[in-house]
Structure formats: C-alpha cells, structure tokens
C-alpha cells in the first residue's frame, strides 16, 4: 500500500475513491511526567523515551490507517495529515486520516 501525504501519486492515476480513512492510537500522558522524573537521557531537551513513545503511537495510528483503507480495497491513501492532541491532562492523542484510493 502507497502511503502519501501529497494528493496524488506521482506517474499513477486515481481510479476510484474509496472515501476517508483513519487510524488514531491514545496513550496515557502521566507517562510523561513519570518519565520526565526519571529519565536519563535527556539531551539538549529531547527524550529518547518520549520520542519512542510517539514513534510508536504514529506506527499504531498509520497501521490502523492503512488496514481501514484495506479493508475498502484501496491501494493507496493520499492526503495523509498527522495531528497530535492533548486530551484533558492525562491523554495523547496521534491521529492519522487521508483518502483511501485506487490506482490505475
């Protein structure tokens, strides 16, 4: 499966629109303040921790993206946006949604 955040396929041609596609993952964010009192490899204000943590929470997201759109019988999703979101004081939100596509 083409997964893109442009809105087309460079050398390929939309056939079919399958419609909207999304694919969110939810973490709990009192990780973060537990991490961020204890964590050892801050560097230059970065954490290796938390930035794994988003890394897998995005993979979560785009897999569950790419099943949805799957599962409607597209070969591709174009338009691909990713938001993060803080929901309340304990959640994190990445979402991922685009336009789930076949190509000729």
Do not use: H, W
Not at 56 to 64: G, I, Q
């Amino acid at each position: 499966m083409i997964l893109s955040t442009t809105p087309s396929i460079e050398g390929r041609t939309v056939t079919a629109y399958q419609g909207i596609v999304v694919g969110e993952a939810i973490m709990g964010a009192n990780f973060v303040r537990d991490m961020f009192a204890r964590v050892t490899d801050i560097v230059g204000g970065r954490s290796g921790q938390y930035e794994n943590k988003l890394r897998d929470a995005r993979a979560a997201a785009m897999a569950e993206l790419e099943s949805e759109a799957g599962a409607k019988g597209a070969d591709a999703v174009v338009g691909i946006d990713i938001d993060y979101e803080i929901i309340g004081d304990s959640m994190m939100l990445v979402s991922v949604s685009g336009t789930a596509v076949r190509l000729g």
